[in-house]
Structure formats: C-alpha cells, structure tokens
C-alpha cells in the first residue's frame, strides 16, 4: 500500500461520523505491487533508468503468508473506503516528490 493511501485512510476514518463506524478496527487495501512491477513502472518514466534489487528471503517468506487481498469492505461500506492511488499514480507520485526534492 502506498504510503499516502494509508494517510488517507486514516484521515477519512478519523473524519467519518462515529453512528456510520460499526466497528473499533477497520482493514483497508490498495495495491500490493511486486519489486518487478515498481521497477516496471520507474521504468517507463525515466529512460535511462537501472533498477536493481535482491529478493530478501526471509522477507520473502513473510510476505508469502498474508493474504493476497485484505478483505476491506466494512471500511468501504462504513466510511467510503476507496484507495486513491494504483501503481501508475503512485509512480508518478513518488517520482515528482523525489524529483522535486532533490533540487
């Protein structure tokens, strides 16, 4: 999940009214994207670009484990739950706030 979905998710729940919220805890999903696929992403954005990255097995077999998707429904039911960012936004994202810190 991309840092700022998170952001978001935690101000529309502190935002929704408490008589919407049928529970204490809420799960929220958004995107679940691969090294390859970040790369992939970077990749049509800067030519040039060289990506490298070692899979890390112990992380490997952590992520194995969860679920594929995190079921979010009663989030989007209860507070209107809808992550912003798919992994073409969050591409263009990161790459403007890096482009524009490093000025």
Not at 37 to 62: F, L, M, Q, T
């Amino acid at each position: 999940m991309y840092v700022d979905d998170a952001i978001l998710g935690i101000a529309q729940v502190l935002r929704a009214p408490l008589e919407k919220l049928t529970q204490c805890v809420y799960n929220v999903h958004s995107l679940s994207p691969t090294a390859e696929e970040i790369a992939r992403a970077a990749s049509k954005r800067i030519a040039g670009i060289e990506i490298a990255y070692k899979p890390n097995d112990k992380v490997i077999a952590v992520v194995e484990n969860w679920p594929e998707i995190v079921e979010d429904q009663s989030a989007r039911n209860d507070w209107g739950w809808s992550p912003k960012f798919n992994i073409d936004a969050m591409a263009d994202d990161m790459i403007a706030r890096l482009t524009t810190n490093n000025k």
